[in-house]
């Protein structure tokens, strides 16, 4: 059974930082392609950040100078930090880990940039 626990949310003041975590388990975690979605209030979802196997990352636009997904395959792990956050970055972000048809979601913390 597969579970993506993920941490890191939270209050952060325009400007700060933040890093994600989940934690994944149930998987093969280094064969996966992990990423990070984030779904705004009345908006899709939509794809932040990525990292392939390999350890090929590639980011939304939005977000490219700004945020860096890791991945440590000892640890089962994928981050995302987040420097230079901007109230707009306000969403609930979700983990994916993603193998073909494969596909499973965290619960998604949700990220709040608000002074």
């Known amino acids: 059974q597969v579970q993506l626990v993920e941490s890191g949310g939270g209050l952060v003041q325009p400007g700060g930082s933040l890093r994600l975590s989940c934690a994944a388990s149930g998987i093969i975690f280094s064969i996966y392609h992990m990423g990070w979605y984030r779904q705004a209030p009345g908006k899709q979802r939509e794809l932040v950040a990525r990292?392939?196997?390999?350890?090929?990352?590639n980011y939304a636009d939005s977000v490219k100078g700004r945020s860096t997904i890791s991945r440590d395959d000892a640890k089962n792990t994928v981050y995302m930090q987040m420097d230079s956050l901007r109230p707009e970055d306000t969403a609930v972000y979700y983990c994916n880990a993603a193998l073909g048809a494969l596909s499973a979601w965290g619960q998604g913390p949700l990220v709040t940039v608000s002074s």
């Open positions: 990292i392939t196997s390999g350890g090929t990352a």
